[in-house]
C-alpha cells in the first residue's frame, strides 16, 4: 500500500510545521501551503489523499477553496480547521463536503483520529466513484429536446473530438459541460474551467501554460486538466492574446511553460460554450475564425427554458427537493396555479432564474403549498422598470399596459442604438419622424437626455 499524501493549508508557519511533524512522525507524506494560490499549485501536481484547510487564510477563505475544488470535481476527502470557529462555517463546510471540522488549539488525539477516519473514507469513496458524490448530475427535463439533447452528449462524449455548448445565460451549458466529463473516458481525472472574461492579456501565459522559475514549478490550467478536461466558459469573452495561446496549443497539441525549453504534449480534452449568436459574430467582432473552426467539431444547441416549458413542473419539484436536502430549507411545493403560470413565463433568465426563484421561496417560508398569490408577488418583486426589454414578464399585464411597456422599452433600446438620433431611429423602425416624436413623448422617452448621454 502506497503513503497516503496529506496537504496542509494554513497561513500560520508555526501550525503547519507542528502537523507536518506530527503527521510524518505517523508515516504520511505531508506537503505544506500557506494560502490558498500555493494550495491550488500544489494540488494541481499531486494527487493527495486528504487535504487539512484552514478557513482563515488572506488571500481567500478556506470555504471559498472548498467550494472551488468541489466543484471541479475534487476526489479525496477535506477537512476544515479554524480557531474561530462558528456554527454556519462549519454548515456551509459540510454541506459543500467537508469530511469534518476541527477547532484550534488541536488536540493530537482528535486529529490523528479524525485523520485516520477521512482516509478510511475516502479510499471506500474512491472505489465507489467519487468523494464528492458518487453520479453525476443529470440535465433534468422530459420533453423531447432535451431526451434528444442528452443522447447527443453521450455520444459525443466517446470522442476527445472539441465541443462548443451554444447557449443562452442560465440555460445549463456548465452542467451539460460536467455531463460530458461525466460519460468520457476522462471522467476520472479533472474537469478544469478557464473563465476568458476574468483572464487579462498580462496574465494569459502564465494562467494557462504555467511557468517555471529558479527551478520551481508554477502549473497552468494546462498542468491541472492533463488527463481530464478542459471547460472554457464563455468563449466570446476570450481577448487576442488568449485567442492565439490556444490556437497555438490546439494546433501543435503541445505547450511550453514559460521559461521552459521542452514542450509538454496536451492530454486534455476542449469543451468550451458560448452565446448562440456568437458563431456568427466570429470576424466582425475580432474573434479569430481559425479558432473558431477547430473548437466546433461538435457542436450542440442547448434550448432556452421557453422553448422546453414542458419541463418546468419537474425543475420546480427537482430544485425544491434538492434545496430541501442539501440547504435543510423547509420543502415546499408549487400548486398546480403556480405551475401553470410559470409555464407561461418567459424566463429570460432561463434554469438559473427558476433556481433563484424556488430557492429565494423556500428561505422565505410560508405554507406548504406555494399559492398563485405568493408567486405573482414574488415576480411583480423581481421586475424592475428599466430592465431590458427581454426582462419584463408582459403577460402579467392588461394588454394596453403591456403594449406601451413593450412600445417604451422597444424604443428606448433602439434609440440607443441610433446614439440618439431619432432621424435614425425612425428609419430604423420605419415610422413617420413627426408620428415618432409624438408616440416618444406619449411613452415619456426623453430622446433629447438619450442623445446627451
Known amino acids: 500500500m502506497s503513503t497516503p499524501r496529506i496537504l496542509v493549508v494554513d497561513d500560520e508557519a508555526e501550525i503547519r510545521h507542528l502537523l ?61 480547521m479554524s480557531g474561530h470557529g462558528t456554527i454556519e462555517a462549519a454548515v456551509e463546510a459540510t454541506r459543500l463536503g467537508a469530511f469534518d471540522f476541527i477547532e484550534k488549539p488541536l488536540s493530537l488525539s482528535k486529529l490523528l483520529q479524525v485523520v485516520q477516519q477521512a482516509l478510511d473514507s475516502g479510499r471506500q469513496k474512491r472505489k465507489a466513484g467519487s468523494i464528492f458524490g458518487s453520479a453525476p448530475i443529470t440535465p433534468s427535463g422530459k420533453s423531447r429536446v432535451m ?22 445565460l442560465g440555460s445549463g451549458r456548465e452542467l451539460f459541460a460536467r455531463y460530458l466529463h461525466a460519460h468520457s473516458p476522462r471522467a476520472r481525472q479533472k474537469l478544469v474551467l478557464l473563465t476568458p472574461a476574468s483572464v487579462s492579456d498580462d496574465s494569459a501565459a502564465m494562467e494557462l ?23 472554457i466558459k464563455g468563449m466570446e ?20 511553460r514559460i521559461g521552459a525549453q521542452t514542450a509538454e504534449l496536451l492530454n486534455a480534452r476542449i469543451v468550451c460554450s458560448a452565446q448562440p449568436t456568437f458563431p456568427a459574430r466570429v470576424g466582425h467582432d475580432g ?33 425544491a427537493e434538492r434545496f430541501a436536502d442539501e440547504e435543510r430549507l423547509p420543502l415546499r ?4 396555479s403556480a405551475q401553470n403560470r410559470l409555464r407561461n413565463y418567459p424566463w429570460p433568465g432561463n434554469v438559473q432564474e427558476l433556481r433563484n426563484l424556488v430557492r429565494r421561496l423556500l428561505i422565505l417560508g410560508g405554507s406548504e403549498e406555494i399559492r398563485l398569490d405568493e408567486l405573482e408577488r414574488e415576480l411583480n418583486a423581481q421586475t424592475a422598470d428599466g430592465e431590458p426589454l427581454v ?27 441610433c ?23 406619449m411613452l415619456g422617452v426623453d430622446f433629447r437626455q438619450l442623445a446627451e448621454d
Open 333 to 336: 411545493r408549487f400548486g398546480v
Open 391 to 417: 426582462k419584463h414578464d408582459l403577460l402579467a399585464l392588461p394588454l394596453r399596459e403591456a403594449r406601451e411597456q413593450f412600445e417604451r422599452a422597444y424604443l428606448q433600446q433602439q434609440l440607443m442604438l
Open 237 to 256: 469573452d476570450a481577448s487576442p492574446v488568449l485567442q492565439k495561446l490556444l490556437l497555438a496549443v490546439i494546433e501543435n497539441k503541445a505547450y511550453t
Open 419 to 441: 446614439n440618439g438620433k431619432v432621424g435614425q431611429l425612425a428609419k430604423r423602425v420605419g415610422m413617420e419622424r413627426t408620428h415618432l416624436y409624438r408616440k416618444l413623448r
Open 209 to 231: 501554460l504555467g511557468g517555471v522559475h529558479n527551478g520551481v514549478l508554477q502549473p497552468g490550467l494546462l498542468d491541472q486538466t492533463q488527463g481530464g478536461t478542459l471547460f
Open 20 to 80: 507536518r511533524d506530527i503527521l510524518s512522525d505517523e508515516g504520511y507524506a505531508v506537503e505544506l501551503a500557506d494560502n490558498a494560490e500555493r494550495a491550488r499549485q500544489v494540488h494541481a501536481v499531486t494527487e493527495h489523499d486528504l487535504i487539512l484547510l484552514d478557513i482563515w487564510m488572506p488571500d481567500a477563505d478556506g470555504i471559498s477553496l472548498l467550494r472551488e475544488w468541489a466543484d471541479n470535481g475534487l476526489n479525496c476527502p477535506v477537512v476544515m
Open 147 to 168: 431526451q434528444q439533447l442528452r443522447e447527443q452528449v453521450q455520444r459525443a462524449a466517446s470522442s476527445d473530438a472539441p465541443v462548443l455548448l451554444l447557449g443562452e
Open 287 to 319: 474573434f479569430r475564425a481559425d479558432l473558431l473552426i477547430r473548437l466546433n467539431t461538435i457542436t450542440l444547441h442547448i434550448p432556452p427554458l421557453r422553448e422546453r416549458t414542458e419541463d418546468v413542473p419537474e425543475l420546480l419539484r427537482h430544485y
